[in-house]
Antibody
Framework: QVQLQQWGAGLLKPSETLSLTCAVY????????WSWIRQSPGKGLEWIGE???????NYNPSLKSRVTISVDTSKNQFYLKVNSVTAADTAVFYC????????????????WGKGTTVTVSS | QSVLTQPPSVSAAPGQKVTISCSGS????????VSWYQQVPGTAPKLLIY???KRPSGIPDRFSASKSGTSATLGISGLQTGDEADYYC????????????FGTGTKVTVL
């Protein structure tokens, strides 16, 4: 079955760039959508954005100016970059597989990575 | 601030039933399918319900869900201590900006 393994730097200084990788095992990054979600300490879930195998993306408007999601089909991986981080970006970040319609009247995340804790502190 | 509103907490004794509401609008729940996620503290969320009321393989039928208009409901019957977790609804939002939105989350406590 498909599993997601994620990793990236866990401690950043303000203004640095957050970079995370999510590797897809037991399946292919092609043919599906893939997303990033974050959860600030003690808070709820926040959808960051999504990408498909051809590189088509959708982003949360609240983060769009600072976020880039990309995919490398040759490595079966997808990525998250967040520029100019601040303490408000401290969170656990999750990658997930998305099952959705072309028009996303149905949309859900069925497989999740274990999460990566990112702390932004000077 | 989420556009999907859930009660902060619900509780019941083992064996009892709890229901969790998720209130939205015509730009989200009213025109799209709802999913539900369970998050045990310290772990990643897990898909519990998709397409309003379907359970993935391995999810017991103690978990059920429905949708009516711009609201959705998750029910957990035969409550077990292992059900203590946070529960989130989610759906696609098609207002000024298209994005996926999660509910505010509900903490389920087994008394």
């Amino acid at each position: 079955q498909v599993q997601l393994q994620q990793w990236g730097a866990g401690l950043l200084k303000p203004s640095e760039t957050l970079s995370l990788t999510c590797a897809v095992y037991g399946g292919s990054v092609s043919g599906d959508y893939w997303s990033w979600i974050r959860q600030s300490p003690g808070k709820g879930l926040e959808w960051i954005g999504e990408i498909n195998h051809s590189g088509s993306t959708n982003y949360n408007p609240s983060l769009k100016s600072r976020v880039t999601i990309s995919v490398d089909t040759s490595k079966n991986q997808f990525y998250l970059k967040v520029n100019s981080v601040t303490a408000a970006d401290t969170a656990v970040f999750y990658c997930a597989r998305v099952l959705r319609g072309i028009i996303p009247y149905y949309y859900y995340m069925d497989i999740w990575g274990k999460g990566t804790t990112v702390t932004v502190s000077s | 601030q989420s556009v999907l509103t859930q009660p902060p907490s619900v509780s019941a004794a083992p064996g009892q039933k709890v229901t969790i509401s998720c209130s939205g609008s015509s730009s989200n729940i009213g025109n799209n399918y709802v999913s539900w996620y369970q998050q045990v503290p310290g772990t990643a969320p897990k898909l519990l319900i998709y397409d309003n009321n379907k359970r993935p393989s391995g999810i017991p039928d103690r978990f059920s869900a429905s949708k009516s208009g711009t609201s959705a409901t998750l029910g957990i019957s035969g409550l077990q201590t292992g059900d203590e977790a946070d529960y989130y609804c989610g759906t696609w939002e098609t207002s000024l900006s298209a994005l996926y939105v999660f509910g505010t989350g509900t903490k389920v406590t087994v008394l």
